[in-house]
């Protein structure tokens, strides 16, 4: 009998700085070095800073690969800071500060639509077989993010203004028994499953919140995103600047979606993110591919293999090649020196290490929906985390730092220096370093950013 033989590693010897040879295909061209410039040093950053910005590889373009939101959605407009702030909301003395709320529990007689529809009174995941190495496995339920955790990275991430957690009590899913609208009738049986209606009660009100049964049977429920918004927009106080309401219930936006993670209404002021995709468990059924999130999703031999599997524009000479880059020397950058910190941390295994990178997920999401409701459109300039996504693969590849043109948006609304920033994201995340690979990788980015800028 022939031995089996384990699956080759990628072998990671090459980074990828320039979009990728399917990007072409795709119809994306990066914006000139000079657009670049002009488009980011109209705000907080000057021009000095920005040169050094476009002339480093610690901010490498958009990857776009098959099937990502830069092909799907092109062309994508391009937005400088000048034209950001000309129609975003203004920060004031009066209205400045971020509120976190949620996640609403769900009452007994709405258990279809709590975190999983078997999930214990404590809303924590049913326990399920977890892999630890070819011989062992173990039955492991992870805890959903924690929202002072989320605050805590949200806090650094808009270091300048307020950020705070609004704890509500009286924020919980209840049974809709006011006026139902009239539609298509549905079976009792399936009625009985997963009512076409539920409220979400929030001081002395309860607002009607449609809902559905899960298309892919991962979730026996589904929430509509456009009226959690709508509960979003009549709870926002008059002090915030923002606010973002984090759920743990599956989501969707239009009746042809599968799912939606999270919205903004960046006109309105308000976010709504979902936990409930980005649970690791569920990686295997998405098809996100762990070993290839960021900044590990910059390895040549992966972008190459990816572009081939669906162009076959090239023929590598093995499935992970080990050519070194062409594109410039990248030995010694944020970029390099991240994806060598979390090339080390991709194959533990553990509860704690899971529910980081659960954690990691939401946060980055959650700060990208805020940069909308700064008046931030998605970035076409660099690879950031305020690049649109198509699906979840792409969002793990997407990086949770802001690009230059990004960045001086956010400087320019808070008030704060890119110094500050940095130093306040790795405070926030000093306790995560060796948790999860975007937290390892982020620190490790970081300490290379701000030796640059110093």
């Not at 657009?35 to 373009?61: C, I, M, N, W």
């Not at 969707?252 to 308000?270: L, N, P």
Request: proline share 6%; net charge negative.
């Amino acid at each position: 009998m022939a031995r089996k033989t384990a699956p080759r590693r990628c072998a990671r010897s090459g980074t990828q700085v320039m979009p990728s040879c399917h990007a072409a295909l795709a119809g994306y061209k990066q914006p000139d070095e000079k657009k670049r410039r002009e488009h980011a040093s109209t705000g907080a950053l000057d021009f000095a800073t920005v040169q050094t910005y476009v002339q480093s590889s610690t901010f490498p373009a958009p990857l776009v690969l098959p099937g990502d939101a830069l092909e799907i959605e092109h062309p994508e407009v391009s937005q400088s800071v000048t034209e950001c702030m000309r129609w975003r909301n203004a920060v004031t003395p009066e209205r400045r500060t971020v509120y976190v709320v949620g996640p609403a529990d769900a009452a007994d007689e709405v258990e279809h639509v709590r975190p999983s529809a078997l999930s214990g009174s404590d809303g924590s995941r049913p326990a399920k077989k977890l892999k630890i190495d070819d011989s062992r496995t173990k039955s492991v339920s992870l805890d959903p993010p924690k929202i002072d955790n989320i605050v805590a990275y949200l806090r650094a991430f808009y270091h300048g203004l307020p950020v705070k957690a609004w704890h509500r009590d009286d924020l919980e899913f209840v049974s809709w028994t006011g006026e139902t609208p009239k539609g298509p009738r549905k079976s009792y049986r399936l009625q009985q499953q997963c009512p076409p209606f539920v409220g979400l009660r929030h001081g002395t009100e309860v607002t009607r919140i449609r809902s559905r049964r899960s298309p892919d049977s991962h979730f026996a429920a589904q929430l509509s995103l456009n009226d959690l918004l709508d509960v979003a927009i009549g709870i926002l106080p008059a002090d915030a600047y923002a606010l973002i309401m984090l759920v743990h219930q599956d989501m969707y936006e239009d009746e042809t979606d599968d799912f939606c993670c999270g919205r903004a209404y960046g006109g309105s002021r308000v976010s709504v993110v979902s936990t409930a995709r980005y649970d690791p468990m569920l990686d295997d059924q998405q098809d996100v591919e762990r070993e290839h999130a960021w900044p590990l999703s910059h390895c040549k031999a992966y972008v190459e293999q990816k572009c081939f599997l669906e162009d076959g524009a090239h023929t590598p000479t093995e499935i992970f090649p080990s050519a070194p880059s062409t594109e410039e020397d990248v030995s010694k950058n944020a970029l390099s020196a991240a994806i060598e910190t979390a090339a080390h941390i991709t194959t533990r295994r553990c509860k704690a290490s899971l529910e980081a990178l659960w954690l990691s997920r939401v946060c980055k999401t959650a700060s990208h929906e805020l940069g909308h409701c700064f008046g931030i459109g998605h970035c076409v300039y660099y690879a950031c985390v305020m690049q649109s996504t198509a699906h979840l693969s792409e969002d793990a590849r997407q990086p949770p730092y802001l690009c230059p043109v990004e960045m001086a948006k956010i400087l320019t609304a808070t008030g704060a220096t890119e110094q500050a920033w940095c130093r306040a994201m790795l405070a926030a995340m000093s306790t995560r370093r060796h948790d999860e690979t975007m937290f390892a990788g982020f620190c490790t980015w970081l300490d290379v950013r701000l030796a640059e800028i110093s």
